[in-house]
């Protein structure tokens, strides 16, 4: 590919991004997107003084981490889990953490990893997973007290979450969603606005799959190969098909 | 041996699995289902067959002398997103289709709209022009229209192109059989390339490398 850049795993054009680029900033005034993020600061402002942050390190995630931080408050508790190196390289996870730790840098960060993350069976056998994420993520709810989960979820994204709502009682906490009214491209422009850092594997995902439909999930996950992912990790990520990275 | 060039002429785009299609691979294939005949159609999953057929290739130690795809003219990937649903009558009553027998596919089929898939080795020429003949598609996803080959070409070429040319990796090769390289990452190198037995730290193909 002419021009192309090879980062980390993957390769971006980078004239290609610097027109999306363009496109995102021009978009960001037109559709008011600053209102947007003024709205779900305000939102997210009776949360997060009782509320972890729950960052995974993708789009949404981190430009709700962004939103909070720099307008609602600074020394917020975050929440990130790792997958483990077969199921996220760790040449992006490491980028995941720069970024969370970039834009939160004044916050206490919880991170807990998924044990079985380090066997390669976990991109085969993804049933352990649910229990050991919500066994910690409740252990850490009832270690720091805390009432609200506070989630990068979308209305847009699919129609199940845009029936959960805004706020969601569970079990053992409340959901809260501040950027539920963002669209796909709302997102995107405030990343680009305002320089949100995220994976750079994005971009290549984002020109085979489209900006729309670009999602950081865990890479070569039998769980998702009814959406055809594991084929699209092993084309563009083929490098980490071998190795944990 | 003869050094050999090898170009399938494609009617309809090429989906991929990888970036590359290896032709020791492909070659494999089609000896294995000759040698299995129905039977490569009931193969057990449990314990898959680790013994392929060798393909009438030279080696070099263990390395095949034949390249990894390179497609004509190559103009970036695309995308194909699908359904795949149950053929078969849905019985009557309620069925979940998000697991279980009846489960949905939203499937994508990363594809180039290319025209031709190069290859260059050094083989048995009538054996592998014969091995070559039997192919109908390149790639994956054959079974909904990827990949269909028009014709096949084999011709002989005065030179060794299958494991370097120009200076650069044709194919995987694993850099305990390289002077130099300029990019390494864990790839297969020969068939089965499934297996983690055929997995080395390579030379990345098309990459500047020296044999030893």
Redesign the interface.
């Known amino acids: 590919?002419r021009g192309a850049v090879h980062q980390g795993g993957v390769e971006v054009d980078p004239e290609w991004l610097r027109r999306w680029r363009e496109y995102f900033l021009a978009y960001y005034d037109e559709a008011r997107v600053e209102d947007k993020a003024a709205e779900a600061a305000e939102f997210a402002k009776q949360y997060v003084d009782q509320g972890l942050v729950s960052v995974s390190g993708g789009k949404d995630s981190m430009a709700m981490l962004h939103i909070i931080t720099t307008r609602v408050k600074r020394n917020i508790r975050v929440f990130h889990w790792d997958h483990g190196p077969y199921l996220v390289p760790r040449e992006v996870e490491r980028e995941i953490l720069e970024n969370i730790f970039g834009v939160a840098s004044e916050a206490d960060i919880y991170i807990r990893a998924y044990r079985r993350g380090f066997s390669e069976r976990a991109r085969v056998d993804w049933r352990p997973w649910y229990a050991e994420f919500f066994k910690a993520l409740e252990e850490l709810t009832r270690q720091l007290r805390v009432r609200y989960h506070v989630l990068g979820v979308r209305a847009e994204e699919s129609s199940r979450r845009e029936a959960r709502g805004r706020v969601v009682e569970r079990r053992s906490w409340v959901e809260v969603h501040p950027i539920y009214h963002f669209t796909w491209r709302d997102v995107w422009a405030y990343i680009f606005k305002h320089n949100v850092p995220v994976p750079r594997v994005y971009y290549a995902y984002a020109k085979?799959?489209g900006w729309d439909r670009v999602r950081l999930v865990t890479f070569f996950d039998r769980e998702f190969?009814?959406?055809?992912?594991p084929?699209?990790d092993?084309?563009?990520s083929?490098?980490w098909?071998?190795?944990p990275g | 041996m003869e050094n050999l060039e090898v170009v399938f002429h494609l009617s309809t785009p090429v989906s991929l699995g990888f970036p590359w299609i290896f032709l020791d691979s492909l070659l494999a294939h089609v000896m294995l289902k000759e040698e299995l005949g129905e039977r490569y159609y009931s193969l057990p999953t449990k314990i898959p067959i680790r013994d392929v057929p060798r393909p009438p290739l030279k080696y070099y130690y263990d390395v095949p002398v034949a390249s990894a795809s390179i497609i004509e003219p190559n103009p970036g990937l695309q995308v194909f997103s699908y359904f795949k649903r149950g053929d078969f009558p849905f019985p009557r009553g309620k069925i979940s289709r998000g697991s279980g027998f009846f489960k949905d596919f939203y499937l994508k089929a990363v594809y180039i709209p290319a025209q031709r898939v190069r290859f260059y080795a050094t083989g048995e020429l009538s054996e592998i022009k014969r091995l070559v003949s039997k192919v109908p598609a390149l790639g994956k996803d054959r079974n909904i229209g990827f990949g269909f080959v028009k014709l096949v070409e084999v011709r002989e070429i005065p030179f060794e192109f299958g494991l370097v040319k120009d200076g650069l990796a044709m194919r995987p090769i694993p850099v305990r059989y390289l002077k130099r390289y300029e990019d390494s990452a864990y790839l297969a190198y020969k068939p089965p390339y499934w297996a983690r037995e055929s997995v080395d730290l390579c030379a990345v193909p098309f990459t500047k490398v020296e044999l030893k």
């Open positions: 590919m085979l799959l190969e009814k959406y055809g992912s084929q699209v092993s084309v563009l083929w490098r098909r071998h190795t």
